[in-house]
């Protein structure tokens, strides 16, 4: 299987083929909305911005499953992300991104690429660190996603380059995107 014989669901509940984003970088992003990480969309949306023209999609994917962060419809969380943050990239239907029934494409996409570490300097990574080992002392190893806004980023070809953790800085994501373009 490669990323490009997934299918997932619009936000309209109509079948979609990753097909149709080949020969494009994208960046795959489980999100929510009230999480302490949201406000990543408005850096997600100026890197949208910044690099469509060049080939790359962000494709967003809102996911319920960590303390229940994205809550509300799909609709719903559709007009708070455009009215609060006028993001414009497209986004999906709900999914789950851990477990038995996850997404086939992040059963994929934690086969690709496992989990990265947080950022430490970053003022949540500590916390985060922390609060996965007390949890689970061997989650480093565990390719699961652990939060929400963990990013994968894909070449052109449909390979999977880099995770990043919600720690990890978009600035380090656009250093990457900028030698994928």
Known sequence: MNLYD?????RDGSDVSLSMYK?????IVN??????????YDELEALYKNYKDQGFVLLDFPCNQFKEQ???SIEEIHQFCTLTYNTTFPRFAKILVN??????????LKAEKGFSGF???HPKGKRMEEKMSAENPDFASDPSIKW???????DRE???????????????IEALLKTLL
């Open 6 to 10: 997934i299918r997932v669901s619009a």
């Open 23 to 27: 020969n494009n970088v994208l960046l």
């Open 31 to 40: 999100t929510a909305t009230a999480c302490g990480f949201t406000g990543e």
């Open 70 to 72: 994205a809550p509300g």
């Open 99 to 108: 477990g038995e029934d996850e997404h086939p494409l992040y059963t994929f």
């Open 119 to 121: 950022d430490l300097s």
């Open 148 to 154: 929400n806004f963990t990013k994968f980023l894909v």
């Open 158 to 172: 449909g390979k999977v380059v880099q995770r990043f953790e919600p720690t990890q800085s978009i600035a380090n």
